[in-house]
């Protein structure tokens, strides 16, 4: 099992929520998670990172997998400009790599911010940390475990 995979499934045991982790297949997207996992791609809470221009750090929007993140909205939301975040810096302050970041278990504190519409399901799919695994969990968990606000910004 991946370190990643590791932190996820430790974040998820100590928030003592009910889980479950698969691993489907490939899922870098989230029209390929919902097809492997049998869902609405709107139930895939994907992973979207920006780097806050002032700040230097990163900010997560955890998005139902059929909207957009929009850039206006965006940067209302989080107080400053955003702009495109390298993969050096989603790898040090996540400890994910691209196509496998998850909404929790990261490495230091993110600024996270997430989708209303997850709301609209009993059930939503996220990263657990690797591009081939996903976990199950209910939007309400998801929310305070990652310690995302919910926000409109789609």
């Given at each position: 099992?991946?370190?990643?995979?590791?932190?996820?499934?430790?974040?998820?045991?100590?928030?003592?929520?009910?889980?479950?982790i698969t691993?489907?297949?490939?899922?870098?997207t989230?029209?390929?998670?919902?097809?492997?996992?049998g869902?609405?791609?709107?139930?895939?809470?994907k992973s979207i990172?920006?780097?806050g221009?002032?700040?230097?750090h990163?900010?997560?929007?955890?998005?139902a997998?059929?909207?957009r993140?929009?850039?206006?909205?965006?940067?209302a939301?989080?107080?400053?400009?955003?702009?495109?975040?390298?993969?050096?810096?989603?790898?040090?302050?996540?400890?994910?790599?691209?196509?496998?970041?998850?909404?929790?278990?990261?490495?230091?504190?993110?600024?996270?911010?997430?989708?209303?519409?997850?709301?609209?399901?009993d059930?939503?799919?996220?990263?657990?940390?690797?591009?081939r695994?996903?976990?199950?969990?209910?939007?309400a968990?998801l929310?305070?475990?990652?310690?995302?606000?919910?926000?409109?910004?789609?």
């Amino acid at each position: 099992m991946s370190k990643s995979l590791k932190r996820v499934r430790a974040a998820l045991e100590a928030a003592s929520v009910q889980f479950e982790i698969t691993e489907p297949g490939e899922a870098r997207t989230a029209e390929m998670a919902a097809q492997a996992v049998g869902c609405e791609v709107d139930q895939i809470a994907k992973s979207i990172i920006f780097r806050g221009e002032d700040s230097g750090h990163v900010v997560l929007f955890i998005t139902a997998g059929g909207n957009r993140v929009s850039a206006e909205k965006a940067n209302a939301v989080a107080g400053q400009p955003l702009g495109k975040a390298d993969a050096a810096l989603i790898r040090a302050e996540t400890g994910f790599a691209i196509g496998g970041v998850a909404p929790l278990g990261h490495v230091g504190p993110v600024t996270a911010f997430l989708d209303p519409r997850l709301f609209d399901f009993d059930t939503v799919w996220a990263a657990a940390g690797t591009p081939r695994h996903v976990f199950a969990i209910a939007p309400a968990d998801l929310e305070r475990i990652s310690g995302a606000k919910q926000a409109d910004f789609t």
